[in-house]
């Protein structure tokens, strides 16, 4: 009998902490440095005309998150790159370049070379919204602006493909997707609560997930998301390379993310996306008759963090 009485205590004790709810937020401290590093590798698998077009691209950052205020609802971060590296691995060969390669020769890396350490400011909510991005457009103006030997045209379209891989937008929607997984309340285990965010990495999307919270453990959340993607307006062209391109494309996302208990800090998260749809280039003087590129895109993305 008495040992059906502690089991039973157990199981209450137990039971109420599995339905206990906590609130899942930021909560990091003015002054203090937050790190993140990302590492994602895409394959682009396209088919040109009959002919197979594939893209193998590994990108990998790391940038730091200096808290320059504390507000009511949000924090104003200060954000350097402190590192930057882009190895793809194209049909006519291999390409890399890096923050961390000093060869002037090499355009591309030296203008990741000059990005590190240039401070931008964002503006962060305490469910990891980003609802502000400012001067990291400027900034990328001004480090290819350094460059004379460079023609005008060449600035302007290295600018423009700068501004769609890393300017705000496209900042915005690659943070959000592992930094807006927050419940607007307090949350218990096995409970699901839904975001709804948007990418504008190369054509915009709509992301709508529903995020599970799986664990608590001592030291961090583990939180689950389900994620459904599609483009946000397919018939909307947009210019790429010289082009009018639209994009009709659909998948998911899936992502395991553990967070800090105390700061809400991602201390790690593994993010598997998957799409499949139509690239649509609009007719012009080259392709006369348009053309339609069926293409599937494949991204494995792997986030760490440090406090």
């Known amino acids: ?93 291999n390409m890399e370049f890096s923050s961390e390669i000093d060869d002037v020769k090499d355009v591309m890396s030296t203008v990741l070379r000059e990005l590190i350490d240039k401070p931008f400011e964002v503006k962060m909510s305490m469910e990891g919204k980003i609802t502000e991005v400012k001067n990291i457009e400027s900034l990328f103006d001004s480090v290819i602006d350094q460059f004379p030997e460079i023609p005008e045209e060449q600035k302007e379209q290295l600018k423009s493909q700068m501004k769609n891989a890393y300017g705000a937008k496209a900042f915005k929607g690659n943070i959000e997707m592992v930094s807006a997984i927050f419940p607007d309340k307090p949350v218990r285990i096995g409970e699901i609560w839904h975001v709804t965010t948007n990418l504008e990495s190369g054509f915009a999307a709509v992301v709508d997930t529903d995020y599970k919270l799986l664990e608590i453990n001592s030291d961090y959340y583990l939180i689950q998301g389900d994620s459904k993607i599609k483009t946000k307006d397919k018939d909307l062209y947009v210019q790429n390379n010289g082009m009018d391109v639209r994009y009709d494309l659909s998948g998911t996302l899936l992502s395991k993310i553990k967070v800090d208990k105390i700061t809400g800090w991602i201390i790690s998260a593994d993010v598997d996306q998957k799409l499949d749809g139509n690239t649509y280039v609009k007719a012009n003087a080259q392709i006369p008759d348009g053309m339609t590129i069926p293409m599937t895109i494949r991204n494995k993305m792997k986030i760490t963090g440090s406090m």
């Open 1 to 93: 009998m008495r040992k059906f009485q502690v089991l039973l205590v157990v199981f209450f004790v137990a039971f109420s902490l599995q339905a206990q709810k906590t609130k899942i937020s930021l909560n990091l401290e003015k002054g203090k440095i937050y790190s993140q590093g990302m590492e994602a590798n895409i394959i682009i698998e396209q088919d040109v005309q009959g002919q197979k077009f594939n893209i193998d691209m590994t990108t990998k950052g790391v940038m730091s998150y200096l808290v320059k205020e504390k507000n009511a609802s949000d924090y104003d971060l200060e954000v350097r790159y402190k590192s930057m590296t882009m190895n793809m691995n194209l049909p006519q060969g």
